[in-house]
């Protein structure tokens, strides 16, 4: 049972463009909302993560909108970069428990 | 060197051959993850640990075996291995707390290939 879903599961984006990468999540006791990036040869690494006391949140051009109601949260990349192709995860967890969940990835290129 | 390595960084075995990958963290993290990554599927939980000799499956735990003696290394071993184990291998690992809000720091990949 995939309980983060991820859309899409590609995306090309011209630069100076805005990427928006979706999530939606299932498990309401869900408390910790991270995204990944990879590029490729690497492993992922933390971009930026949500709480769902929040309804957004940003990093330089990096923000994560968030609606608990809906189950889903995003993230959007304003003027995209052709630094920013890699790959990009979402995640959920909760409470005390270690584990997180993530999304099957979105493979993002932004050409140039 | 601080952080988290991998070893090897690619493998290529042969089908029924036990296979190792090991991980090292130099941070004296309590929790430490091994996870596959497969196009079409993301990246997948095998097995956890919250502290030496303390461990627990994943998602896909099947046909692996793991330990932590030492808090600073996690071997993933696959004792058998099959063609569906050809994958790219991540560790990763955390602080612990009661909150969990942790980061996961992931290790580079080994990239391992049954043939």
């Known amino acids: 049972q995939q309980q983060v879903k991820q859309s899409p599961q590609s995306l090309i984006v011209q630069k100076g463009g805005i990427s928006i990468i979706n999530c939606a999540y299932e498990n309401t006791a869900f408390d910790y909302f991270p995204w990944y990036q990879q590029f490729p040869g690497k492993g992922p690494a933390l971009l930026i993560a949500?709480?769902?006391?929040?309804s957004e949140k940003k990093e330089g051009r990096f923000t994560i909108s968030f609606n608990k109601s809906a189950k889903q949260f995003s993230l959007h990349i304003m003027d995209s970069q052709p630094g920013d192709s890699a790959t990009y995860f979402c995640?959920?967890?909760?409470?005390?428990?270690?584990?997180?969940?993530f999304g099957k990835g979105t493979m993002l290129l932004v050409s140039p | 060197d601080a952080g988290i390595t991998q070893s090897p960084r690619y493998k290529i075995t042969e089908t029924g051959r036990q296979v190792t990958l090991m991980c090292h963290q130099t941070w004296s993290h309590s929790y430490m993850f091994w996870y596959r990554q497969d196009l079409g599927h993301g990246l997948r939980l095998i097995y956890y640990?919250?502290?030496?000799?303390?461990?627990d499956k994943g998602e896909v735990p099947d046909g692996y075996v793991v330990s932590r003696s030492k808090t600073e290394n996690f071997p993933l071993t696959l004792e058998s291995a099959t063609r569906s184990q050809t994958s790219v291998y991540f560790c990763?690992?955390?602080?612990?707390?009661?909150?969990?809000?942790?980061?996961?720091?992931f290790g580079p990949g080994t990239r391992l290939t049954v043939l």
């Open positions: 995640a959920a967890k909760y409470g005390g428990y270690s584990t997180l969940t």
């Open positions: 949500i709480r769902p006391d929040v």
């Open positions: 990763a690992s955390s602080e612990t707390g009661v909150s969990s809000y942790n980061e996961q720091f």
């Open positions: 640990s919250a502290a030496a000799d303390i461990t």
